[in-house]
């Protein structure tokens, strides 16, 4: 256990729809990773917040959005649902924007 | 585009023998490069980092480096079905935007 939790576990949600999604980070860790990994794929990297500011975007549209709080808890925003966004979605904590990232269990999202 | 390659496998190796899995990555000005092992349906879990050429041993593990060449592999010594999982390759240029492999897919038959 790395002490990330994420939540929802599971998700089903339609297309056109928007969807939140929660991490808190692991204790100490002030720096959360978001990622979305596709079935069979590598995770693939959508934002990082550090200290409540974003600090760095991979190749993602703006509606994927999110949002650090004060204790260092995250949420991952997604407006307008297509198909495609369905995948897991992983968000990893480590300490002043580390390489070393411990990740939480997941949210598996399904788009219908 | 700053890729890491991995192969998709399946990799099959029998118990107690060394697995070898390989990965490869385009931007040389890459500086940290992680291994992670997930199990279907699980999400990653942190094995080994490198951040400098050469080999670096963790038990049963150990993570090789080579930046000329642009490679890192990882040798699993005494391999136990429960190492049977998918191993992801992750290089981290900035910091911030860590690229993952599509990972390689070990069974490790009894």
């Known amino acids: 256990e790395t002490g990330v939790t994420q939540s929802p576990t599971h998700l089903i949600k339609t297309r056109g729809q928007q969807v939140t999604l929660r991490c808190s980070s692991q204790?100490?860790?002030?720096?959360v990773s978001w990622y979305q990994q596709a079935l069979g794929q590598g995770p693939q990297f959508i934002f990082q917040?550090?200290?409540?500011?974003?600090?760095g975007r991979g190749n993602f549209p703006p509606r994927f959005s999110g949002l650090q709080f004060p204790n260092y808890s995250s949420e991952l925003n997604v407006n307008a649902l297509e198909l495609d966004d369905s995948a897991l979605y992983l968000c990893?904590?480590?300490?002043?924007?580390?390489?070393?990232?411990?990740f939480g269990p997941g949210t598996r999202l399904l788009v219908l | 585009q700053k890729e890491v390659e991995q192969n998709s496998g399946p990799l099959s190796v029998p118990e107690g023998a060394i697995a070898s899995l390989n990965c490869t990555y385009s931007?040389?000005?890459?500086?940290?490069f992680f291994w992670y092992r997930q199990y279907s349906g699980k999400s990653p879990e942190l094995i080994m980092f490198?951040?400098?050429?050469g080999d670096k041993e963790d038990g049963r593990f150990t993570a090789q480096l080579n930046k000329a060449s642009q490679y890192v592999s990882l040798l699993i010594r005494d391999s136990q079905p429960s190492d049977s999982a998918t191993y992801l390759c992750?290089?981290?240029?900035?910091?911030?935007?860590?690229?993952f492999g599509a990972g390689t897919r070990l069974t490790v038959k009894p």
């Open positions: 917040y550090y200290r409540e500011e974003e600090n």
């Open positions: 992750a290089v981290s240029f900035s910091g911030n935007d860590m690229r």
């Open positions: 204790s100490g860790h002030n720096t």
């Open positions: 931007d040389r000005g890459s500086q940290s």
């Open positions: 990893a904590s480590s300490w002043d924007r580390g390489e070393t990232q411990y």
């Open positions: 490198i951040y400098s050429n």
